[in-house]
């Protein structure tokens, strides 16, 4: 007994640590800390409880950082957005076992590389806004079929020249109607159960805690905008490396 109170006592500390960190890092750069939250309690419980652990707080955490920065929000973006995404991530479990991998990342690649190109200045496009719901809409079933959509979310958005608190806060949103429509999805497939609900709360609670923290460390690099920048084009990067490289 005292070896199965160590064991849950460790992993209970491991969950409050990164979903400390999951928020710290998302509320700071926009985007990442959900890719490594699910990465590392994948390593810890397996894939399947992984995903029932972390989409509810993932919801919830998105939705707490959605509501601190809730003035910085660009509405116009986010509704279009969020109003394809919620069923489209509805309708994301069908396609889980179509879309090749092989697809998703390409998708990753170009678009990440259209987005550094265009802050970088070597090229000048717009996103009109009536594309912003059937993009929404495509996000919303990747986000359903593997995961990968928060990837897939910055770059449109930095596109935009979304940056700072606006670019972290209308990406909240967005996240918000995607994670409404996994967890939908993950219901009907039977992921969660009663065993994995203190797991789950433990980490919503941590990511409360790192949103807290990582909006203070947001002013500061808000105040330093090219290292803003830097930071938020560096995360992407090397998430997108992760998910291409197979490990998201």
Request: one cysteine or more; aromatic letters at 6%; charged letters at 5%.
């Amino acid at each position: 007994m005292a070896g199965a109170g160590a064991t849950l006592f460790c992993m209970t500390l491991a969950f409050l640590l990164l979903g400390l960190a999951a928020g710290v890092l998302t509320t700071v750069a926009g985007q990442g800390g959900g890719l490594m939250l699910l990465l590392a309690v994948s390593a810890l419980v397996g894939p399947h409880a992984a995903l029932a652990i972390t989409a509810p707080a993932l919801l919830f955490g998105n939705l707490h950082r959605a509501v601190l920065l809730r003035h910085a929000v660009r509405r116009d973006v986010a509704v279009r957005l969020a109003a394809g995404a919620l069923p489209g991530a509805l309708a994301g479990g069908l396609a889980a076992g179509v879309l090749p991998v092989g697809v998703l990342r390409g998708i990753m690649v170009v678009l990440t590389t259209l987005a550094i190109a265009k802050a970088l200045g070597w090229i000048r496009f717009t996103v009109a806004p009536r594309a912003l719901g059937p993009a929404g809409f495509g996000l919303g079933i990747l986000t359903g079929a593997s995961g990968g959509a928060g990837i897939l979310l910055a770059p449109i958005l930095l596109a935009l020249g979304l940056g700072g608190r606006a670019y972290v806060a209308t990406s909240a949103v967005v996240a918000v109607a995607m994670h409404v429509g996994r967890v939908a999805g993950y219901v009907g497939l039977g992921f969660f159960s009663p065993q994995l609900v203190g797991w789950t709360v433990a980490v919503t609670v941590a990511i409360f805690a790192g949103n807290a923290l990582g909006g203070r460390a947001q002013g500061f690099l808000e105040a330093r905008g090219r290292l803003q920048a830097v930071f938020e084009y560096g995360t992407l990067i090397v998430c997108v490396a992760l998910s291409v490289a197979g490990l998201g």
